[in-house]
């Protein structure tokens, strides 16, 4: 099925009513298997002991909010240049999904440092980085709830969604040249993973786990949000109605 | 160009007549650097050290006061209707606001630094590298900021939004700014480094501020 087709809303909330319970089903097996997987093949570390474990629920986390971030810009792109109906929808109901999980990435990582670093916070380069992110994630947040007009939020908060963008890569390297404590990235890089594959295969599963929770979580949202406009437009031609 | 160095001409002279904010920013900046020794002390080693992040924090600060004016006067007595509808593109018309803006805002906490700097205890070479890192800084600041005055013009809603959006923006700016005043005072590293990622910095952020303010102008005005 094209995009295009989806730009009905009501095909929209069609097709998500069928693949949704399906999603929520695969979801909680995905989980259901990656918690296994975690907590009872993969081994403890010989350093870090159990607190290993924290991992996988970090790691997904930390991947979900670069990735709704990068899901948001292509939804702002989806409004700026196609005018696709539904991108608006589906940045505005990515935002909170993306703090919450930039916000549990933070604390995941904060109860992670306390034994391993032995503080819950450091100003290092990842750290900071990721609050940054959470910081703009609010502030977009903030921006959509200021505006009651829907469309024009929706493509002012596109236009700060792509700065962000930008922007973020270069506070990135900023706050790296600043200061940095946190390990280098060990899956994504060159010469293959520097993970052995009884850690790596739970890691993988629990990050798809989290990542269809996320689709999941989203669509729903974005069916409620659909709802809410609805329900609003109806509200506005009534109050025209009745004034008339 | 005509059109658009008159545009310049008329913004700098509405800032400096009546109710003009260039002013108000340095009695910002002021205030935020006489603050400083109430909290930390009256210890002159002390503020030495930290003295150009200090003067850098407060420049951010107060640039960030200026920002409201920089659209919102514009569109709430419907000039910036008429700029929209001129044409001059969008783009050169916003940098010239934003140009403007610097010279009645930015230009005066550059000039201002280095008297506060005597109130820190910075020595000359210290004061002169600060003053020449808010020079190149802060027009970056107020690129950057021209994206926030855009939206809070677009969505008609200014006030504690704009320094929300515009702050983890500038984060970069600000670390860049104060790590080439170190680096010229007590920093192991060269100044050029730092100082030319800052030029950098402002560069990018002069066409990024441009192209996206104008474009929430363009889509956020009807």
Same mark, same amino acid.
């Given at each position: 099925?094209?995009?295009?087709?989806? +730009?009905?809303?009501?095909?929209?909330?069609?097709?998500?009513? !069928?693949?949704?319970?399906?999603?929520?089903?695969?979801?909680?097996?995905?989980?259901?298997?990656?918690?296994?997987?975690?907590?009872?093949?993969?081994?403890?570390?010989?350093?870090?002991?159990?607190?290993?474990?924290?991992?996988?629920?970090?790691?997904?986390?930390?991947?979900?909010?670069?990735?709704?971030?990068?899901?948001?810009?292509?939804?702002?792109?989806?409004?700026?240049?196609? !005018?696709?109906?539904?991108?608006d929808?589906?940045a505005k109901c990515a935002a909170p999904?993306?703090a919450?999980?930039?916000?549990?990435?933070?604390?995941?990582?904060?109860?992670?440092?306390?034994?391993?670093?032995?503080?819950?916070?450091?100003?290092?380069? !990842?750290?900071?980085?990721?609050?940054?992110?959470?910081?703009?994630y609010l502030a977009l947040i903030a921006l959509w709830r200021t505006v009651d007009d829907p469309?024009r939020a929706g493509?002012a908060a596109?236009?700060l969604?792509?700065?962000?963008?930008?922007?973020?890569?270069?506070?990135?390297?900023?706050?790296?040249?600043?200061?940095?404590?946190?390990?280098?990235?060990?899956?994504?890089?060159?010469?293959?993973?520097?993970?052995?594959?009884?850690?790596?295969?739970?890691?993988?599963?629990?990050?798809? +786990?989290?990542?269809?929770?996320?689709?999941?979580?989203?669509?729903?949202a974005?069916?409620?949000e659909?709802?809410r406009?609805?329900?609003r437009?109806?509200?506005?031609?009534?109050?025209?109605?009745? !004034?008339? | 160009?005509?059109?658009?160095?008159?545009?310049?001409? #008329?913004?700098?002279?509405?800032?400096? #007549?009546?109710?003009?904010?260039?002013? $108000?920013?340095?009695? &910002? &900046?002021?205030?935020? /650097?006489?603050?400083?020794?109430?909290?930390? %002390?009256?210890?002159?080693?002390?503020?030495?050290?930290?003295?150009?992040?200090?003067?850098?924090?407060?420049?951010?600060?107060?640039?960030?006061? %200026?920002?409201?004016?920089?659209?919102?006067?514009?569109? $709430?007595?419907?000039?910036?209707?008429?700029?929209?509808?001129?044409? $001059? @593109?969008?783009?050169?018309?916003?940098?010239?606001?934003?140009?403007?803006?610097?010279?009645?805002?930015?230009?005066?906490?550059?000039?201002?630094?280095?008297?506060?700097?005597?109130?820190? =205890?910075?020595?000359?070479?210290?004061?002169?590298?600060?003053?020449?890192?808010?020079?190149?800084?802060?027009?970056?600041?107020? &690129?950057?900021?021209?994206?926030?005055?855009?939206l809070a013009?677009?969505l008609r809603r200014?006030g504690l939004l704009l320094?929300v959006l515009?702050?983890?923006?500038?984060? @970069?700016?600000?670390? &860049?700014?104060?790590?080439?005043? =170190?680096?010229? /005072?007590?920093? @192991?590293?060269?100044?050029?480094?730092?100082?030319?990622?800052?030029?950098?910095?402002?560069?990018?952020?002069?066409?990024?501020?441009?192209?996206?303010?104008?474009?929430?102008?363009?889509?956020?005005?009807?």
């Amino acid at each position: 099925m094209p995009l295009i087709d989806l +730009a009905n809303p009501t095909r929209f909330l069609a097709l998500t009513a !069928r693949v949704l319970p399906w999603l929520i089903g695969l979801t909680v097996v995905t989980f259901v298997g990656g918690l296994y997987l975690a907590f009872f093949v993969a081994p403890d570390d010989y350093q870090q002991g159990a607190t290993v474990k924290i991992m996988f629920i970090h790691v997904p986390n930390a991947w979900l909010s670069m990735f709704v971030w990068g899901l948001m810009s292509v939804a702002a792109l989806g409004t700026l240049v196609w !005018r696709h109906p539904l991108a608006d929808v589906a940045a505005k109901c990515a935002a909170p999904l993306g703090a919450a999980f930039t916000f549990l990435a933070l604390v995941t990582g904060s109860l992670w440092g306390r034994p391993m670093w032995g503080t819950y916070w450091v100003w290092d380069a !990842r750290l900071t980085s990721v609050l940054v992110l959470f910081l703009m994630y609010l502030a977009l947040i903030a921006l959509w709830r200021t505006v009651d007009d829907p469309s024009r939020a929706g493509r002012a908060a596109a236009i700060l969604t792509l700065v962000g963008a930008i922007n973020l890569p270069i506070i990135k390297f900023s706050v790296d040249w600043w200061n940095t404590l946190h390990q280098p990235a060990s899956i994504m890089r060159l010469g293959g993973p520097s993970i052995h594959w009884t850690i790596q295969i739970p890691l993988w599963a629990m990050t798809i +786990a989290f990542t269809l929770l996320f689709l999941a979580l989203h669509l729903a949202a974005m069916r409620n949000e659909l709802m809410r406009r609805r329900v609003r437009t109806l509200r506005l031609l009534q109050a025209q109605g009745a !004034r008339v | 160009m005509s059109a658009l160095s008159a545009l310049l001409v #008329r913004d700098v002279r509405v800032a400096l #007549r009546v109710g003009g904010g260039a002013l $108000a920013g340095v009695l &910002f &900046f002021l205030a935020v /650097v006489v603050l400083i020794p109430f909290a930390f %002390g009256p210890d002159l080693a002390l503020l030495q050290r930290v003295g150009s992040a200090i003067l850098w924090l407060g420049a951010l600060l107060a640039s960030l006061l %200026g920002l409201d004016r920089l659209l919102a006067d514009d569109h $709430a007595d419907g000039s910036l209707d008429l700029l929209l509808m001129g044409r $001059a @593109p969008l783009e050169l018309v916003v940098a010239m606001k934003a140009l403007a803006h610097w010279l009645t805002t930015g230009l005066p906490l550059v000039i201002a630094a280095p008297v506060l700097g005597l109130l820190l =205890n910075l020595d000359l070479d210290a004061m002169a590298v600060v003053t020449l890192t808010l020079a190149i800084g802060t027009p970056a600041l107020t &690129f950057i900021g021209l994206i926030g005055a855009a939206l809070a013009a677009a969505l008609r809603r200014g006030g504690l939004l704009l320094p929300v959006l515009v702050l983890p923006l500038t984060i @970069p700016v600000l670390i &860049f700014g104060v790590a080439a005043a =170190n680096a010229a /005072v007590v920093g @192991p590293m060269p100044v050029a480094t730092p100082l030319t990622i800052l030029c950098a910095l402002t560069l990018v952020s002069a066409v990024i501020g441009t192209f996206a303010a104008a474009a929430t102008l363009r889509h956020g005005m009807e």
